[in-house]
């Protein structure tokens, strides 16, 4: 059985909690996707980023996908933002994180806990995802889960007004499983 979104777990890692993200994260949202680094390298953001967009994020998309919070473990501010977007049998994965905690590897342990969540709880088929081609740092955390190429598309994104050169990737259970990743804990 597919637990329904609004029953989605607390997960946690070794250095990180992830949560739902709540009102109080307006604010942070509007700070780290307001910033052009990172919108560019998003799919649906719009650029400039301001109080009603992180008002929409937090109505509509959050209600309708598998997305939470970063935080720093023992810590309540949003540093980023990790999901599923549900799909037929698969969801995409998708993330972003403040500048401030890029090279850390943050990106790639909350996105391994959701990962883990979407295969074993969800019972996902599979898993896409994808980064544009001028974001290598974003493929390397794909590829640090397991997932693997499966095809070079033009993408559109919002904040750019234009499709851009982008990387599709796939990945299955049994190669998440493979990897040895952390496991959430709900």
Not at 3 to 22: I, Y
Not at 81 to 106: D, K, N, Q
């Amino acid at each position: 059985m597919i637990p329904h979104l609004d029953s989605r777990p607390n997960l946690a890692t070794p250095r990180l909690s992830l949560r739902r993200p709540a009102e109080r994260d307006g604010e942070a949202i509007v700070s780290i996707v307001g910033d052009w680094d990172v919108a560019r390298r998003l799919a649906r953001v719009p650029h400039p980023y301001g109080p009603d967009d992180a008002r929409f994020f937090l109505e509509r998309v959050v209600p309708a996908e598998w997305v939470w919070a970063i935080t720093l473990r023992g810590e309540d501010q949003l540093i980023g933002a990790v999901g599923l977007t549900p799909e037929e049998e698969t969801a995409e994965l998708g993330y972003w994180l403040s500048p401030g905690h890029w090279g850390r590897g943050i990106a790639t342990e909350a996105a391994r806990a959701v990962v883990d969540f979407g295969f074993e709880h969800v019972g996902l088929a599979r898993l896409t995802s994808g980064y544009f081609e001028d974001n290598p740092a974003s493929g390397r955390v794909l590829t640090k889960l397991g997932f693997v190429e499966a095809g070079r598309v033009m993408r559109p994104c919002v904040a750019v007004g234009g499709e851009v050169p982008s990387v599709r990737m796939s990945l299955e259970p049994f190669s998440s499983l493979a990897r040895g990743g952390g496991r959430p804990k709900a």
